[in-house]
């Protein structure tokens, strides 16, 4: 009988801003050249490191933004190498920053969020624009 394997915890956050051109809502989309794919910009939380302290530092790494965290997104639970893995998310107002590319980030865009859906690799992260989009309007309701 084999031992369940712990699942690994990762975090991140869709980040959005409103365009500096005509104020329409943009979502951050990052590429990753390891698995030439397009996603929500995510990693690994480190020993100790709390989720959304991970989902932070993890967006400051890959895209170069300081953000203000928002609503909580959908868990996101998927195998990853055969290891179960679940992906807590959070709605991110990107305030400040500059994108570098770097060996895990090469390209940041900044989408509409229709434009951002047909984009992402992953069905489940087109998925979370949706929620995204649930979160912000509840906001401006209340």
């Not at 809502?25 to 050249?33: S, Y």
């Not at 390891?34 to 530092?57: F, Q, V």
């Not at 990107?94 to 859906?117: C, K, S, Y």
Request: with cysteine; glycine share 10%.
């Amino acid at each position: 009988m084999s031992v369940p394997r712990k699942p690994i915890k990762a975090a991140g956050c869709v980040l959005w801003r409103r365009s500096p051109v005509g104020g329409e809502l943009e979502i951050a989309l990052v590429h990753r050249p390891k698995y030439d794919d397009w996603s929500h910009p995510k990693g690994k939380l480190k020993r100790d490191e709390g989720w959304l302290a991970g989902a932070l530092r993890e967006v400051a790494e890959e895209t170069g933004m300081q953000c203000a965290p928002g609503a909580e997104l959908p868990t996101v639970h998927y195998l990853a190498g055969g290891r179960p893995k679940a992906v807590r998310y959070w709605a991110a107002e990107a305030i400040a920053g500059d994108f570098d590319p770097n060996h895990e980030v090469d390209r940041l865009l900044w989408l509409p969020p229709e434009q951002a859906r047909r984009i992402l690799t992953q069905a489940r992260d087109r998925e979370l624009v949706d929620a995204l989009l649930e979160a912000l309007h509840e906001v401006g309701r209340g």
